[in-house]
């Protein structure tokens, strides 16, 4: 017995240990994290480790933290084994065993990041796969994304054809994400990740933040905001997507496969054509979510958002004050109203348009971008005039992807519409929306000119809301050939990005909102185009504490349209003081939603104290890093603080809520994240209900240390739904 074991031994560290002496780890480092993925000529590639930054290689060796497993599974020499890509050959073999050829590290001259590439083929068709991890010097992000090509002699089909696939080693996770739908965009569910798969995934067509987020974090063991080691992960695409979690106990995995849904879509790839995958992309913290959260917000300020590190502008939208009772004398009010307020911008929303069928209600109109003259007789130049006297900007919402079948764009170009050729098409919004099909070139060049003409003619326009209220139903394009029908879904987001490219190369200035039935379209792969996100239709404050808090997980504050509208808003029954909507709009992009002169005198003069205070801190709050203390989920916390800090902490500020009000509890010592604790800070409370009365703490100075040791004790009213903001400077 004894010899055997010898001798298996010895087998095995022959065959081992050349292995590892022979094939070459690449070490893909950023200031504080670490992937490491190992090769040679005619082997696979092997996914080693991701985590913490390593500085020798042999510490994961060391200490049995390598997961030593394909880091790009295919199918067909394991099958029963999770694939991230799966084909059918141009002679229907189903299999693929990939082999490494060649591996290159290059600098992207375009974007500065730098790319390690690894090129591997088939072991028996002419069939290629690139995989490609990308890097910032300044950010803790990795991107990465894979490439098909092939030389067949005829089609290959793609049948799945994941981003991205991250193993890691068993352990206790957790996994964080977001769900929900309109009006209720954005809850925050947690729970471990037990045997067995649990799927993210969307299928909406065109919106596909509506219902689950393509982000989520994984914690080892309960996540927590400020420690804790977390992985977070987010797939750059608008269509639909895929992410699933295999907790494999036999091989002591976790499994996580990124990427778009295969499910209608399979590709048909012609001989050299190039099949690029979206982008995944992922960081990882020891501090905890909101660790990955500033990670994210850092990396997406930099390179992804558009615009990313500037403050965007305080604005007034017309939708909940006046919704498409858009005219003349009330958007004269608005104007006023937002500007007398000291607000920077006024957006008009729906309902300004249609010529032939005015746009009165959802039945009709979208596609016929021209003025409705019997409401707005005047122009939009008047309009734009208009604001320019009082020293604001102005804006505007279009919905350009969409037609009602009540429309003069429909009665001129039916075969526009998705749609299949035998059957009526179901309509969504106001029983007659319908999707223009982007697959088609000349929607593409309608599209674009609806933005163009728009901004040919009135090139004032700041701001553009670009909506998108309903999904793909009846797939079917008039324009792809009958045996490409399955391109769809991809093809309608390819060609969005298309369309978005020439837009943002004719107009690179313009601020463009994105916003789809509330916040239905978030999502990392239209950043690149847009500003900002309308986060939810849902604008009451309670609600909103929970949906932006959210949202933060993975967007930073510049990307969270965050509006103070009437109390009780639509929708919910949660009265809540001016005040207390001011704080939680403060937390986001600040804006309103309402028609400032139903406001008390009292309320205008809060409301103006609360619009110049915001402008005095919104770049930390927009641009500074965020930490997430108590969370407005959690049963257990009766009140809900975050704190936004600048990146030198010599600024912060922090945010508490009290969203019920608990009689005879006594009030908790609030403890802050994110301060130096050397330092000293002095207190000012910002947005206090009378500036003569304002909370004891003001014009204290208390050290960074105390207030995250010890904390503080506010004192609260009777009542619920209140709140305190507090600023801090460092002495
Ligand atoms: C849906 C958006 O989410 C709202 O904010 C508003 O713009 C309406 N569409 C207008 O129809």
Known sequence: MKKAHLLWTLLAVCLFVPNLLWAKNYVISTAKTSLVLRTEPGKRVDFVYYGSRIDRVNDIYATKSAVNWNAYPV??????????????????????????????????EKDGGNVTEFQLRDKVFPFYVKLFYKTYEDSDVIKTWTEYSHKEKSDVVLRKFASAYIPMLANDYWLSYLAGQQNSESDLYEEPINRGRKMLG?????RNAFKTHASFMVSQGRPQENSGNVFGGTLAWSGNYDISFVRDYSHGRLEITAGMNPEMSHYYLKPNEVFTTPEFIFTYSTEGKSGVSRQFHRWARNHQIIDGTKTRDILLNSWEGVRFNVNQAGMDKMIRGISELGGELFVMDDGWFGD????????????????????????????????????????????????????????KHPDWVVRQPDREPTPGRGGSQLLLDMCNPKVQDFVFKVVDDLLQKHPRIHYIKWDANFSANNVGSYYLPKDRQSHFYIEYHRSLQKVLERIRAKYPKVIIQLCASGGGRLNYGLLPYFHENWTSDNTDALQRLQIQWSVSMFYPSNVIAAHVSRSPSKGANNPSSLKFRFDVAMTGRLGLELRPETFSESEKLFAKRAIETYKGIRDIIQLGDIYRILSPFDKENLYSTQLFATPKKDRAVFFAFCPYYRRNQPAPALKMAGLDPNRNYRIRELNPLDPQKPASINGKVVSGRFLMEQGIVLRWEKGDRQSAVLELTAE
């Open 202 to 206: 969307d299928h909406d067509g065109t």
């Open 75 to 108: 199918f067909g020499t394991n099958c029963r084994a999770e694939h991230a890509l799966a084909v059918t050959h141009a002679n229907g073999d189903l299999s693929l065993e990939l082999e490494t050829v060649k591996v290159e590290s290059y600098k992207d």
């Open 356 to 411: 032939k069928y005015p746009r009165n209600d959802g039945t009709s109109s979208l596609g016929d971008w021209v003025l409705c003259r019997e409401k707005l007789p005047n122009g939009i130049d008047a309009l734009i005039n208009s604001c320019e006297e009082r020293g604001i900007k102005f804006g505007i919402w279009i919905e350009p992807e969409m037609v009602n079948s009540k429309s003069e764009l429909y009665e």
